[in-house]
């Protein structure tokens, strides 16, 4: 596997404890070269049997929960309790809408005010590299001019 990014996440399951098996290769492989940077483990599973009929569905989730307790991928909860999984180029943050699962990438910055206030007002420091924001979208509550059910965004 000669990308420099899969490497440096193989990298860090191992630093992690974590062995580096054909399976694990496998999942990151698709991780890195997905065409969406916003996966389900179910589409992990997919792109992965087709390299490997004989992969275990199983080793997917346990390799994508690892791989998010490291931090090498973000878990983000949309509507209807579907996980989607995101390996950001970039620190951002996810507008999540409830209405309709669209998930939106928002400026790191974002949060930068919230933080500043928060240290000045209560010493806190905020850890936000990469936060999920749920709420709705434009199309969702009407400001489009389409209604909920006749919208659509790439997901």
């Known amino acids: 596997m000669p990308d420099a990014r899969a490497a440096e996440i193989l990298d860090r399951l191992r630093d992690g404890g974590g062995r580096i098996t054909h399976a694990r ?3 990151v492989e698709v991780l890195v070269g997905g065409a969406s940077h916003h996966v389900t483990a179910p589409e992990v599973v997919e792109a992965v049997r087709a390299v490997d009929p004989d992969f275990h569905e199983s080793t997917v989730y346990r390799t994508l929960d690892r791989l998010a307790e490291l931090g090498v991928v973000t ?4 509507a209807g309790g579907t996980a989607v999984f995101h390996l950001p180029e ?3 943050h996810h507008l999540v809408c409830e209405g309709c699962g669209a998930i939106i990438g928002a400026d790191p910055e974002l949060l930068a005010a919230v933080a500043a206030r928060l240290r000045a007002e209560h010493g806190f420091v905020l850890r936000a590299e990469a936060v999920t924001l749920p709420g709705r979208c434009a199309a969702c509550v009407g400001l489009s001019g389409a209604a909920p059910a006749d919208h659509d965004h790439p997901h």
């Open 25 to 27: 290769k496998l999942v």
């Open 75 to 78: 878990r983000i909860e949309v």
């Open 90 to 92: 970039q620190a951002h």
